[in-house]
């Protein structure tokens, strides 16, 4: 009521005439359409609320699910980086054992046979590789 | 008998309890929801697809509703949104230079009038729809509506002082084209 007496004298002081002019509602619908809108709009909202797609935006909505959802999605990650630098660091510590432990010689011997075993045609290309490279007095040193 | 806004949210929250609490929000708001509509849109099917987007936004949107606002002027705003969206979505259709939705709207007033509506009504519905869309919004909701100035506020997100202004100017333009002879 406060509101309608304040809007009458608003309107006063910047148009009498239309002050004046009596409201009137120049569109109408029929008679029972509200009843049949109330209706449509409950047929829509209930099938919308049956729907996935409305469970899977109000799940989306939910705070709870979406904290859940971002702890959940941080778990993962960390515990795949947490894995991956353990992984790395566990080869890293074999790597080492390796070159402080085992003796180059051997090393190098084994690698030799290996590699000599898998083709032939590399295989005397590389021991004549070997033998050009290497000191012959060592070679007759070892002989 | 309706629920105040205050307990239909409380129902709202209640598991279960929400479709009772939606359907007292429909039965209470959706004549004021058609007409807010109605006068912006004119023509009644358009009207009524859009109040009943308009619902099915308030029923998703429920969850997020915050209370910071009025329920009725929370429902208002996404009216007037949903209006302006499909004026526009309108308008870029008739972009070419020979079709004019303002005057398509405006040819709809007569198309849609009540027989029994007087001529100077008539008038007044045409001059509102020859405003800009902000003064549009305005007027209509304080003239028709009869909102105070906070609540319009609250639903265009506008300073009370330019609301002021642009209703005092929609009102002289509304005058100058209903009254003043051509």
Known sequence: MENKNEIQNELQ???????????????SVSEN????LKESIHAKTHSKRHSNLYYFKSLILNRTVRISFVVFLITVV????????????????????ILSNIDSDLMSDYLINNISTDNSKTDTEFNDNILENIDE????EEL | MFLSDSEILRNFNIKGQEEYAFSHLTNKYKEKVYWIIRKMLIDHEDTNDVTQDVFIKVWINFSKF????????????????????FLNKKKSRFFLPLINYEKQLLAKVDESTDLTADDIHVKLQKAVLQLPEKQQIVFNLRYFQELSYEDIAEITKTSIGALKASYHHAVKKIEKLIFVPD
């Not at chain 1, 910047?14 to 009596?22: A, C, F, G, H």
């Not at chain 1, 359409?33 to 049949?36: D, L, S």
Request: charged share 30%; hydrophobic share 40%; with cysteine.
């Open chain 1, 13 to 27: 002081e910047i148009s009498r005439k239309l002050k004046i002019l009596e409201k009137k509602e120049i569109f």
């Open chain 1, 78 to 97: 960390s515990t795949i980086t947490f894995i991956k630098l353990q992984k790395e660091s566990a080869s890293q510590k074999v790597e080492n054992y």
């Open chain 2, 66 to 85: 915050r209370a910071e606002s009025q329920l009725y002027t929370w429902i208002y705003r996404i009216a007037v949104n949903e209006c302006i969206n």
């Open chain 1, 33 to 36: 359409y509200f009843t049949e």
């Open chain 1, 137 to 140: 007095n060592l070679i007759i």
